[in-house]
């Protein structure tokens, strides 16, 4: 049975699907040039990540696939239900990245209250000329520790970064439209461990009190984040999307950098992927990464273990 991995798969994936008796093929196929390879090459199951989507065209071309996988937790890029009603199997990995998304929202964080985004670009340029006017323009960073850090969307990913905002002594908050509390719980290299029951509040109470937001919501039809949304953000306060491209308004991002609402933003995920807005990747105020929130070694070795356990059940 042939298995194509269609935007790639960890080797520890291969090598649990290979054991358990699948062929996995890992070739690139083009999207408009997918459904001809799936029937030629007699596949039985798909998985992708981002790049590659399966929607009821794809799905109705492709009489013989009974599986589609997302690498990944988020499956806006599958028509999941058409999928199901057609009676193929779909499969994710929603615990797998999660410890990888958090680290990045943290990358980004302490890259940008020590201005690590601008100074990168400009101490290659500037750095042997006007040393100490950069040093002068980026002395005045300020610490995460005693801040107070807001997160909208309170799943594993959420909770994943709550835990690093304690570990740090932020102060945390969240709001979820479906979550009431969590408990979590901080665990330490000694195998010690501290938890922390957080109470999730409305989401005006989070704009208005926290100084970073972190983004950890599915796609959805309209934005998460508008205008009205940045305007009850603390001045100067920061904003952190690793989440789905077409959350945030992204025309009222860049008025809000621009106005000094907000003084610096992240973007891992964008509206117009894979070609973002130039204005946003020009922006001296915007820390920047090309929707890599689940890209670690150890990720994608999780997440190709997972995917591999569940194929085995199903298919065979």
Do not use: W
């Amino acid at each position: 049975m042939k298995i194509l991995a269609n935007d790639g798969i960890s080797q520890s994936g291969i090598d649990a699907l290979t054991a358990s008796g699948f062929e996995i093929i890992t070739v690139n196929v083009a999207q408009e040039q997918l459904a001809d390879y799936i029937n030629s090459n007699n596949i039985s199951g798909l998985l992708v990540r981002s790049a590659t989507t399966a929607r009821k065209e794809l799905i109705d071309r492709c009489p013989n696939l009974k599986l589609i996988g997302r690498g990944g937790v988020g499956m806006d890029n599958i028509d999941v239900e058409y999928a199901k009603s057609k009676g193929l199997h779909v499969i994710n990995t929603p615990a797998s990245s999660s410890a990888s998304v958090a680290e990045l929202v943290f990358a980004h964080l302490y890259g940008g209250v020590r201005f690590l985004y601008d100074s990168n670009r400009n101490m290659p340029l500037e750095g042997e000329t006007n040393f100490k006017g950069l040093k002068k323009a980026y002395a005045n960073g300020v610490e995460l520790r005693g801040k107070t850090l807001g997160i909208i969307g309170f799943g594993r990913i959420g909770q994943e970064v709550a835990k690093i905002g304690l570990g740090v002594g932020m102060k945390v908050i969240a709001t979820d439209k479906f979550i009431d509390k969590a408990t979590v719980t901080v665990s330490l290299y000694s195998g010690a461990s501290v938890s922390e029951e957080i109470v999730t509040q409305d989401m005006d109470s989070v704009l208005s009190e926290s100084d970073f937001i972190s983004l950890h919501v599915p796609a959805q039809k309209e934005y998460v984040i508008d205008h009205a949304a940045l305007a009850k953000m603390k001045k100067g306060a920061v904003l952190v999307n690793a989440a789905r491209g077409g959350v945030v308004d992204e025309v009222a991002l860049i008025n809000a950098l621009d106005s000094g609402q907000l003084s610096f933003a992240a973007l891992d995920t964008f509206e117009n992927e894979p070609k973002p807005e130039i204005k946003l990747l020009m922006h001296d105020k915007i820390s920047l990464t090309p929707h890599i929130g689940a890209a670690t070694l150890e990720a994608q070795d999780r997440i190709g273990e997972e995917l591999a356990s569940q194929i085995a059940t199903l298919l065979k």
